[in-house]
């Protein structure tokens, strides 16, 4: 279906707007399901976040009905939201009083393997690094270059995600994904503090698994600790979880809480 | 004037294209005398060092073609090279023959005060600091939330520019700008091999000091460097240079190196 700006059928933007410029801007990527966006409070909760840490100005009511009517309208499959601090004229200031452009477009449900979810994946040990910016950390913004660099690194299928380190060489994320381990029934996670983005369904994988007396710990993850998980696995809002088999020499089997949280995601996202 | 996409009139972009996605392409922000692109052929060094950095297919040909005509047209002002990566689906992965796509507007010249060439400026202090990504480092890259950040963080008339440090703390350039240092004779200025914006005036200008037989310097500037420095200037291929009078409690007198380097650059932009 055709994309919204700001509620309208369009498919180009203003050459003005500082997403392009400066990739001003956020995004959120959203499963939709007979009509309904999934996780929809978890996506809003998090793209707030995000213009309260830029400084955008959103008109939140206008978003959340466009996003909503847009869904409808997809039915099923992928709605991604942008939203941009708008125009500018040449430099990096801008006008605080600005009112943020929303973009929405719809694409197919995704359509990956379903082996990557039945018996999971291989992750390519990506050699680009997340960069720190706490300033920016855990936000879904539109500076994605490290993404793009790291997902270059393999055009192979036997690799389905990629892990992400950081200049000091922790365990962060995929490329578009979080990771989890499970060592000695925790959960772990990463802290993204310092770098990496705060996915939706790292968010409601750390809810259900606290909901479920599941002790859950967010820390930084050296990759000793990895070889040594029990279960590991990525996660993010349109795939929901696909357990991981095997990181460079490192391999796991699937374990039972892989495939519990597993399940409570894929109810989530076919809801 | 109108804005050219690929060579031809538009004001508007393709939804789809990456530079909007993921900030995934390189600007080059040049002044026109007279028709004629000041520094191009730095300005075309730089670009060609980032495409093959971020493998981005530009045809050059066609993009020096475009980029001289509108010159010409432009004839005095600022012109505004972007070059993204152009259309893809969703997702990171990109198409390794995709054709970048060529984006060009012209704006006025810059309308700075005289003041700031003639009697120096003063460098806000910001707090936001620059990630260490050495893959993007030296890059004018479309990735700019870092300084779209650290110009909010002023909006006084007091302070025309700000300064950045890195992580560490460590002295590396301008918001918009590149620092330089003057010390017993020796012309310093920061190493960009972690982060920051290689300019192509503190390309011109590290030239010129050496066609002048002006020991040069590019290394690690410490904040204490900074206040034991003789002269400091900041500069860019737009405005030249401007004497730096002040930052923080440091302070140094407009010197005779910079005002000897500022009389060069503003020849070479009013050529």
Tied chains: 1, 2.
């Excluded at 976040?49 to 009905?65: E, F, P, W, Y």
């Excluded at 996003?67 to 997809?74: H, I, K």
């Excluded at 930084?220 to 979880?241: H, W």
């Amino acid at each position: 279906m055709d994309s919204w700006v700001d509620g309208q059928p369009a498919d180009v933007l203003s050459l003005k707007d500082r997403g392009l410029a400066y990739g001003d801007g956020l995004f959120e990527t959203i499963a939709v399901r007979d009509g309904v966006p999934a996780l929809l409070a978890r996506h809003l909760v998090r793209l707030t976040k995000g213009c309260q840490r830029l400084s955008i100005n959103l008109d939140h009511g206008a978003m959340v009905t466009e996003l909503t009517d847009y869904a409808a309208q997809l039915d099923n499959g992928v709605l991604k939201l942008v939203v941009t601090r708008g125009d500018s004229q040449r430099g990096y200031a801008f006008d605080p009083a600005a009112q943020a452009r929303r973009i929405l477009s719809g694409n197919p449900p995704a359509a990956y393997p379903a082996t990557h979810a039945e018996q999971g994946i291989r992750l390519f040990p990506c050699t680009t690094r997340l960069s720190t910016q706490p300033l920016l950390a855990g936000l879904k913004h539109l500076n994605r270059l490290e993404q793009v660099l790291a997902r270059a690194e393999w055009q192979d299928t036997e690799h389905a995600e990629g892990l992400m380190l950081d200049q000091e060489g922790r365990v962060v994320e995929g490329v578009f994904s979080n990771l989890f381990l499970v060592r000695d029934g925790v959960l772990t996670t990463a802290q993204l503090d310092r770098c990496g983005v705060a996915g939706v369904m790292r968010e409601e994988i750390l809810f259900q698994a606290e909901s479920l007396g599941i002790p859950t710990q967010i820390t930084d993850i050296s990759l000793g600790q990895l070889q040594q998980a029990d279960e590991v696995f990525v996660c993010n809002s349109v795939y929901g979880i696909w357990p991981v088999r095997a990181y460079a020499a490192f391999s796991w089997p699937v374990g039972p809480l892989t495939r519990k949280l597993q399940s409570i995601a894929r109810a989530l996202l076919d809801a």
